[in-house]
């Protein structure tokens, strides 16, 4: 599967914004999600994760009560809606797709990842 991601920009904080995450391919529906972070200097970092049900997600616990993933599986695309944005949220974004079956925090377990988007968030 390949992912495109979008929907970065430049924000306030406080303010909101939600990337999208496009697939390609027939096997979406299949594929666990998840959305990690790099910030300029730092690892990449685990933020959310939904399963190819969209019934069960996990986030990192800096973003909980924040961010929300979801899925839609008819559009192929995965959504992270990203509200009360603070300048530490500020990351290239980057969605990717793991066929290991079970929600997974590690990047190890994905297989396949968009080319990311820039969020800045400005204090």
């Known amino acids: 599967v390949q992912l495109q991601a979008s929907g970065g920009g430049l924000v306030q904080a406080g303010g909101s914004l939600r990337l999208s995450c496009a697939a390609s391919?027939?096997?979406?529906?299949?594929?666990?999600m998840g959305w990690f972070r790099q910030a300029p200097g730092k690892e990449r970092e685990f933020v959310a994760t939904?399963?190819?049900?969209?019934?069960?997600?996990y986030y990192v616990d800096s973003v909980k009560g924040r961010f929300t993933i979801s899925r839609d599986n008819a559009k192929n695309t995965v959504y992270l809606q990203m509200n009360s944005l603070k300048p530490e949220d500020t990351a290239i974004y980057y969605c990717?797709?793991?066929?290991?079956?079970?929600?997974?925090?590690?990047?190890?377990?994905?297989?396949?990842w968009g080319q990311g988007t820039l969020v800045t968030v400005s204090s």
């Open positions: 939904i399963s190819w049900s969209g019934a069960t997600t």
């Open positions: 990717a797709a793991s066929n290991i079956g079970v929600i997974t925090t590690s990047p190890m377990n994905y297989n396949n």
């Open positions: 391919g027939r096997t979406f529906s299949t594929y666990v």
